[in-house]
């Protein structure tokens, strides 16, 4: 019977108090004060003025200072691809289909299959003869390492993901934008919801990138909703 989940987050440890540390890097290097001090001395009005800055300025080095971990689960295979394509500043751990048996493996199904009574019931039935295969595979003494070359992209993973402050905001430029595949573009906003509660400052401008510099970069690919920078300067 197959099993279809849904993509979840949650945000499962981060740098203590982020922000600060984030501001007392970035002043130290303008300040006699070390850093121990500047984290002594920094208000939360003198952190939020200094953040504003930096994030006007776009002076992204400090912000490598705050790292978030999440647990990201129940995303497919073909989404997991894509998420561990972003390499700098980014550290994952991922579910091994070597390691750890898919009997009864459970798969995101996309709306698109989902909504379409016929597409679903193809999609169900060759998930289950998929599963069966898989299972036979196991039996005929087959390893899991190779059995799993079976499994379809449709197939739930579940990863750790640590990436800093910097590395997350490249990231929600790039996943949080429409032309991001909606999975990963779930995963991303989620993540962005979440990384805001605790540290707004930093993701003051975070997201697609129309909504932080108010135009598109994606030229002829864009999808409409902000102008590219070709409409704003009119050819
Ligand atoms: C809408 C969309 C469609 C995509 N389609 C495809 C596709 O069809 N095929 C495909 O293969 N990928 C595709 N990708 C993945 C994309 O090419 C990147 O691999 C992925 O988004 C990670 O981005 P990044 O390299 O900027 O991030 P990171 O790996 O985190 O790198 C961050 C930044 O560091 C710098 N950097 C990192 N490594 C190097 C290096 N070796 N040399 C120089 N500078 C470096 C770059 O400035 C880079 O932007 C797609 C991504 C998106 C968002």
């Known amino acids: 019977m197959t099993n279809i989940i849904k993509p979840q987050v949650t945000l499962l440890s981060y740098t203590p108090e982020p922000e600060k540390v984030v501001a007392a890097a970035a002043r130290l290097c303008y300040s006699k004060k ?4 500047l984290m002594e001395d920094f208000t939360s009005a003198q952190v939020e003025e200094f953040l504003k800055k930096l994030v006007d300025l776009g002076h992204e080095s400090p912000f490598e200072h705050a790292s978030f971990c999440f647990s990201v689960d129940g995303i497919s295979r073909a989404c ?28 995101i199904e ?6 379409k009574p016929e597409a679903d019931k193809l999609f169900r039935e060759t998930i289950d003869k998929v599963q069966e295969a898989y ?3 196991l039996a005929l003494g087959v390893p899991a390492e190779d059995a799993r070359f079976l499994l ?3 197939a739930s993973t579940s990863l750790v993901v640590t990436m800093n402050a910097r590395s997350l905001i490249h990231f ?9 595949q909606w999975e990963i573009r779930f995963i991303a906003k989620e993540m962005l919801r979440q990384v805001k509660e605790v540290a707004p400052l ?34």
Do not use: W
């Not at 996309?110 to 909504?115: E, G, H, K």
């Not at 929600?172 to 991001?180: G, I, Q, V, Y």
């Not at 697609?208 to 102008?227: R, T």
């Open 135 to 137: 299972d036979a595979l």
């Open 202 to 235: 930093l993701f003051a401008k975070a997201g697609a990138p129309c909504l932080k510099n108010g135009f598109c970069p994606e030229g002829k690919m864009s999808c409409g909703i902000a102008p590219t920078i070709e409409e704003l300067r009119g050819f």
């Open 34 to 37: 070390n850093g121990n001090e």
């Open 152 to 154: 379809p992209n449709a």
């Open 80 to 107: 997991s691809h894509q998420l561990v394509r972003h390499r700098v500043g980014c550290s994952y751990s991922q579910k091994s289909q070597r390691y750890v048996k898919e009997t009864g493996f459970s798969c």
């Open 172 to 180: 929600f430029e790039l996943r949080c934008c429409t032309r991001a």
């Open 110 to 115: 996309p709306n698109s299959i989902a909504l």
